[in-house]
C-alpha cells in the first residue's frame, strides 16, 4: 500500500512539474530580421498575427482546412470555425474570442490579456512582460534577457537566447 501511494505522490509531482514547464513557456515568438527589425508572431484561436515593432498588424495566416469566407470589402471575416470582426477604422478588433485593443495613435495596446506599450520613438518597448530595448539606430539589442548584437556592415550577428523564443529571419536573395 506504501508503494502505491509512494507512485501516486511522485506522480502528481511530476503532473505539477511538467504543468508548471506548459504554463511558463512563451505564448508568442519574436522574430529578428537581418537588419534588427523586430516583429511578433503571436498565435490566436488557431491563426497567427505578426506585429511589427511601431504595433501594427503586419500579416496574419491560419493552418488551415476549412472554409474562409469574406466581407463586402474583401477581407477575410472567417477562417474555418475562428471569424474575425474590424472595427470603425479597418483595423481588426476581434478574432474568434479574442479582443485586440489600440491606443489613441492607432497603435495595438492590449492583445486578449497581453499589454503593449511604447517608447518615445514609437517602438514597442514591453511586450507581454518582455522589455525590450534599441540601440541608436533603432534595432532591437535586448528583449527580456536575450541580447542581440550586430557586426560592422550593421546585421545581425549574435543571438544570445536562453528562452529560445526568438526567430532569426534573414534576408533571401531569388535568382
Known amino acids: 500500500m506504501k508503494k502505491i501511494h509512494s507512485a501516486k505522490l511522485i506522480f502528481l ?6 504543468v508548471g514547464i506548459v504554463n511558463a513557456q512563451q505564448t508568442f515568438n519574436a522574430t529578428v530580421s537581418q537588419d534588427g527589425t523586430l516583429s511578433f508572431r503571436l498565435p490566436i484561436e488557431g491563426l497567427y498575427l505578426e506585429i511589427s515593432q511601431r504595433g501594427d498588424i ?39 474570442r479574442t479582443t485586440i485593443s489600440y491606443n489613441s495613435n492607432g497603435k495595438i495596446d492590449i492583445i486578449d490579456r497581453k499589454r503593449i506599450s511604447y517608447d518615445y520613438n514609437g517602438n514597442i518597448d514591453i511586450f507581454d512582460r518582455e522589455r525590450i530595448s534599441y540601440n541608436t539606430n533603432g534595432k532591437v539589442e535586448i528583449i527580456g534577457m536575450s541580447t542581440i548584437s550586430y557586426n560592422r556592415s550593421g546585421f545581425v550577428e549574435t543571438i544570445s537566447d536562453n528562452k529560445g523564443f526568438i526567430i532569426f529571419r534573414p534576408k533571401v536573395a531569388f535568382n
Request: aromatic share 12%; glycine share 16%; net charge negative.
Open 13 to 18: 509531482t511530476l503532473l505539477t512539474f511538467a
Open 58 to 96: 503586419v500579416g496574419y495566416g491560419a493552418l488551415l482546412s476549412g472554409q474562409i469566407s469574406y466581407d463586402n470589402s474583401g477581407r477575410v471575416e472567417r477562417f474555418g470555425n475562428t471569424s474575425i470582426s474590424y472595427d470603425n477604422d479597418g483595423k481588426m478588433d476581434i478574432i474568434g
